[in-house]
Each structure stands twice: as C-alpha cells, then as structure tokens.
C-alpha cells in the first residue's frame, strides 16, 4: 500500500469526520457534524488498521464502544445499516487508462438524458447519475456508458459510472471512467471509487484502483 496514497485518504475522512484518523486501532468520538454518515446517524470508515467511528451524542458514542468494531455493522440496536461499502483509491503512478475514447458531454446532453432514463431505481441509489459527463458513444450517437465525479471537501473525485443495461460487459464502462478519472488527476485530486457491487469494484481494479478500506453508516434508536 502506498503511504502517501493511505495518508492522503485518512486526511480525507479526518476532514469529513472532523476527527483525527487513527493509523491503527479504533476511535469513537462523539462529531454531530460527521460527514462520514448522513445527520443524525453513526458513521464508520475503515483504513488500513485505523478505524473511525463518529457518532452524534455521547450516549450514541457509549452505545458503540460496548461493541467489538468487527461487529458494529451488525449491532444490536441498530434500525437501519447502509453499507459496506468498499473504499478504493488511486495512485498517479499506478494509473492504466485503456479502452476506447469517451467525449466529455454537457450533463443535459441528450444522449445522456437518455441513458439515464435506462437506470433502474436501485441503479440510481447507488449511482450519481446527475454527474455523469464522459460518455462513450455507440455510432449512431448512444451513449453506451458514462462516467463522472463529484469534488469532495478535502480534494476527493468521488467517481460514479453507469453502463447502458444491454452493452455491459464490453469494456464501455471503464472508458468512460477513465476519463473521469484523468480529468480528476489533471485537476490533482484524490480520485476515490465507492462501491458496493463486484461488477464497479472490478472496473476500479482494472484502472489501477487499490481497496483500502470500507465505510458503513448505521441509524440507533434516539434518545
């Protein structure tokens, strides 16, 4: 792993939750602004050997401590879990930009529209699909796939692609995320891919994506 890759990602989350990261073991702290986890819930984020759980009150923060961290994806009390989600980022260096061109489209190009009417509502869930910019384009001018990010507080490209449902697994996808991603790296930032599904984390695989980690957010009762 490199370091200055893991450091650059714990700065990240440190700045989000507004908390230090820890480079080994666990810290809970109580952060009502924690932007690990959407208000009012418990957030956690995993790298390397540090974890970081921030938690809304100080009740809230006790409730976790009682709870080994293997298992606080899975605790007791918990009414709602979002996640895992595995954590992946890239290294300059490390970058393999294959496939064919993707051209950079205005978001409410039409071929863009269109593709985003193809998206299933769980698809929608999971993607960004307002941000999608870098399209691959079928000849007849169908955008096949297309990818896009959203700056992040702390200097983060939180990279999104969806792929048209019928021309999946033909390489389209990660075209038109590689362009996402130099576009980030031109702009010098930390291009990070969020993902739940083993089809997108093998597309971050094949662009040089390393996994360092998992973030997961979970909803206790109120006090």
Not at 62 to 77: F, G, I, K, N, T
Request: proline residues 9%; aromatic residues 6%; hydrophobic residues 45%.
């Amino acid at each position: 792993m490199s370091s200055d890759l893991s450091e650059r990602a714990r700065l990240l989350w440190a700045g989000l939750g507004r908390a230090d990261f820890p480079e080994a073991g666990v810290s809970v702290v109580v952060s009502p602004d924690s932007g690990l986890c959407p208000p009012g819930w418990c957030g956690a984020v995993t790298l390397g050997d540090g974890t970081l759980v921030t938690a809304p009150t100080d009740r809230a923060a006790q409730r976790l401590r009682a709870v080994p961290v293997a298992d606080l994806a899975r605790h007791p009390e918990a009414t709602e879990v979002i996640g895992p989600a595995h954590l992946a980022y890239l290294d300059r260096a490390e970058f393999r930009p294959i496939g064919q061109p993707a051209v950079h489209l205005p978001h409410d190009d039409p071929a863009l529209v269109a593709l985003r009417a193809r998206a299933t509502a769980p698809e929608a869930d999971e993607t960004d699909l307002a941000n999608l910019s870098f399209a691959v384009l079928a000849p007849d001018g169908r955008a096949l796939a297309a990818a896009g990010y959203h700056v992040w507080p702390g200097g983060a490209a939180q990279l999104n692609v969806f792929a048209d449902p019928g021309e999946r697994n033909r390489g389209h996808a990660r075209s038109a995320a590689a362009a996402a991603v130099a576009h980030a790296l031109a702009a010098d930032l930390l291009p990070q891919w969020r993902a739940r599904p083993a089809a997108s984390r093998r597309v971050a695989a094949g662009l040089g994506f390393r996994e360092l980690g998992v973030q997961y957010c979970l909803r206790l009762p109120t006090e």
